[in-house]
């Protein structure tokens, strides 16, 4: 999913904050409701930024990101592409963009009130993911810009972190969907054998 583009079509609408949260909110409530079509997404995401008018291509930007996030969420689980900068950003705004992207899902299953304990059990391993989403959350990205110089042990960190954060994502959306589909390793033909 290209950042770049995502962005170019939202620049208008800073009340929408970034492509990152966008992405985050559309998964926290495909996570929370998986059933949920994307003309409510839309509709969500333009009513809580009181957006009132959008064009064509802004529409088709977002139908992009609905298919994408949607298939990668519901695929084998390696499809899922996180709306972020790429590696030749700053490192400080790739983690500004990855904390957005983390409080756009908790405010989406927030939204579809997938967190509401009165309504749901929710599994202890997702409330524990969902704390450290939260954390992400709260990247400080002040003191990461008062850093000296960034280098490979910090990129390396901002990548298992970026990893992190989509197993979480996957893992929050198996827990509170659980699919039944066929194992990945039970899906392999079974003339493919493994050395």
């Known amino acids: 999913m290209n950042f770049e583009k995502v962005n170019e079509a939202v620049a208008p609408f800073p009340e929408l904050e970034s492509p990152a949260f966008i992405q985050g909110m559309l998964i926290g409530l495909l996570c929370g409701d998986n059933d949920i079509q994307e003309s409510v997404w839309i509709k969500k995401l333009l009513e809580e930024a009181q957006v009132k008018s959008v064009k064509e291509s802004f529409l088709m930007v977002l139908d992009e ?19 972020i900068p ?60 008062e850093m000296k110089s960034i ?11 970026i990893e992190f954060v989509r197993i979480a994502i996957l893992t929050i959306n198996e827990e509170l969907n659980p699919t039944q589909a066929a194992p990945i390793m039970d899906a392999m033909p079974e003339n493919d054998t493994l050395h």
């Open 151 to 161: 280098g490979d042990n910090e990129e390396s960190d901002f990548m298992e972190l």
């Open 86 to 145: 790429d590696d030749n950003e700053a490192l400080v705004f790739r983690a500004a963009m990855l904390g957005q992207l983390c409080e756009g899902v908790l405010y989406g299953l927030g939204l579809v009130g997938a967190l509401n304990e009165a309504e749901n059990e929710i599994p202890e391993n997702v409330r524990e993911l969902v704390d450290d989403l939260g954390q992400i959350a709260r990247i400080d990205v002040a003191s990461l810009n």
């Open 65 to 83: 990101m609905f298919q994408d996030t949607n298939k990668g969420l519901n695929g084998s689980g390696f499809e899922l592409e996180l709306c």
